[in-house]
């Protein structure tokens, strides 16, 4: 079987809520959430947390998990995972962010299914739901729109389309779950940087501005990111209030229980 890592890109110079990586949720610090949620994925071998501060690195080996220094001069996260995988061996790559720590561990299963079943396909790109108006015009959530195949037009922090009629075109959120074969990944750092990509600031937008393809696919879980300070306490509540997400959040302390057990 394909060998699979997720590697979890993590900072703590974030413009818009610097240091979150290692915010308390529910108790947990952000980035052990995802790093931990990673590895309840069967089809993921490891979970890494690739990151440039030291306080970062420290907090995930402390609990038990893997991790490793990159860079600090990284402007995309894509390029920064590319860098840890220096370090390990794999034949898909899953970037994971770091500030998305409702995941589910079947989005990874969802993202690695098509790189396994298609030679073709180089990159998967997980996508959810848009929820409402506001969903829309909030520039930090980025929206992709999707061709009649599944695969990707194009990437965008605007409302789009803009609505000359009424209809339903296919709008998602993405999702921070990008899958690459690590061949394709070392050649994204070989390509220049295109001028979407630099003014969105959207990782992928340089694959489709070099005319290759990221397939798209979704799931019907609604997925939050962690932007602002004011995100935490909503993620809390609803690891509070939805069951599914507690029996997650449970799962992921006696993940931990049993690593410091041993």
């Known amino acids: 079987m394909p060998r699979v890592i997720a590697i979890i890109p993590a900072r703590l110079a974030s413009s818009r809520f610097p240091g979150k990586p290692l915010v308390a949720i529910s108790g947990v610090p952000l980035v052990e959430h995802v790093r931990r949620r990673a590895l309840l994925s069967p089809a993921v071998d490891d979970a890494i947390v690739a990151t440039c501060d030291t306080e970062i690195l420290e907090t995930v080996t402390g609990a038990g998990g893997h991790a490793v220094l990159t860079s600090d001069r990284h402007e995309r996260c894509t390029t920064r995972v590319e860098e840890a995988m220096h370090h390990f061996e794999a034949d898909v790559v899953i970037i994971v962010q770091g500030d998305e720590p409702l995941i589910r561990p079947d989005m990874l299963d969802l993202a690695v299914r098509p790189l396994l079943e298609h030679a073709g396909i180089d990159c998967v790109n997980v996508l959810s739901p848009i929820v409402g108006d506001g969903d829309l015009a909030d520039t930090s959530i980025v929206k992709a729109a999707v061709d009649q195949k599944g695969f990707i037009l194009f990437y965008s922090r605007?409302?789009?389309?803009?609505?000359?009629?009424?209809?339903?075109?296919?709008?998602?959120?993405?999702?921070?779950?990008?899958?690459?074969?690590?061949?394709?990944?070392?050649?994204?750092?070989?390509?220049?940087?295109?001028?979407?990509?630099?003014?969105?600031?959207?990782?992928?937008?340089?694959?489709?501005?070099?005319?290759?393809?990221?397939?798209?696919?979704?799931?019907?879980?609604?997925?939050?990111?962690?932007?602002?300070p004011r995100d935490v306490k909503?993620?809390?509540?609803?690891?509070?209030g939805d069951p599914d997400q507690r029996a997650i959040h449970d799962r992921i302390q006696q993940k931990v229980s049993e690593v410091r057990r041993c």
């Not at 690459?180 to 969105?200: D, G, I, S």
């Not at 909503?234 to 509070?240: G, K, T």
Request: hydrophobic fraction near 40%; proline fraction near 8%; charged fraction near 20%.
């Open 234 to 240: 909503r993620v809390e509540q609803i690891l509070a």
């Open 158 to 228: 605007a409302p789009i389309p803009v609505y000359q009629k009424p209809g339903l075109c296919p709008i998602y959120r993405q999702t921070g779950i990008i899958a690459f074969r690590l061949a394709f990944l070392r050649e994204y750092t070989t390509m220049p940087e295109t001028p979407f990509e630099r003014v969105e600031s959207i990782d992928m937008l340089r694959v489709l501005e070099h005319g290759r393809r990221v397939a798209g696919v979704v799931t019907q879980h609604v997925n939050i990111g962690v932007d602002y």
